[in-house]
């Protein structure tokens, strides 16, 4: 699967692979904004993106949490993965709350899902990754803010 502004993936695994290949492509320090609904496959995402850093941990839907970190490896260097879930959020304050900007200026790879609750907060060079389901299992993909 090459790494195009538009993809179509019709399985979990094509989404993991199509993440781990925009892992690879985004620097330490980037924040990934996934938006769309529930059941796009965001989280399946994620585990590519983790794959792409080596983490061997479970990743799953922080939700509940709010925020997970992995530690992974890069090119032999250590890499953190903050994985940030904003579904349940309802209020900009309860961002703030969180302590987002903190979060997204330490220099880990930060990929937050249901991004457009934080739509004031995401930094320059942001990422940008929407996922639609489009039926029979297809996950349409669109990714900008990517040099491709």
């Known amino acids: 699967m090459r790494l195009k502004p538009r993809q179509e993936t019709s399985t979990p695994e094509q989404t993991r692979r199509l993440g781990a290949q925009i892992g690879r492509r985004v620097g330490t320090g980037t924040t990934i904004a996934l938006r769309g609904s529930l059941g796009a496959g965001k989280?399946?995402?994620v585990k590519g993106i983790a794959r792409s850093l080596q983490i061997q941990e479970a990743i799953t839907s922080p939700t509940f949490t709010l925020i997970s970190e992995y530690r992974g490896r890069r090119a032999g260097r250590p890499v953190t993965l903050c994985h940030i879930d904003l579904?349940?959020?309802?209020?900009?304050?309860e961002i703030?709350?969180?302590?987002?900007?903190?979060?997204?200026?330490?220099?880990s790879l930060s990929v937050i899902e249901w991004a457009e609750k934080a739509a004031g907060f995401l930094p320059d060079g942001?990422?940008?990754?929407?996922?639609?389901?489009?039926?029979?299992?297809?996950?349409?993909?669109?990714?900008?803010?990517?040099?491709?």
């Open 43 to 45: 989280t399946t995402l």
């Open 87 to 93: 579904y349940r959020i309802v209020h900009p304050q």
């Open 96 to 107: 703030e709350d969180l302590g987002l900007e903190e979060i997204l200026s330490a220099g």
């Open 126 to 148: 942001t990422v940008y990754v929407d996922i639609s389901i489009t039926g029979n299992g297809r996950r349409d993909i669109s990714i900008s803010g990517l040099a491709l």
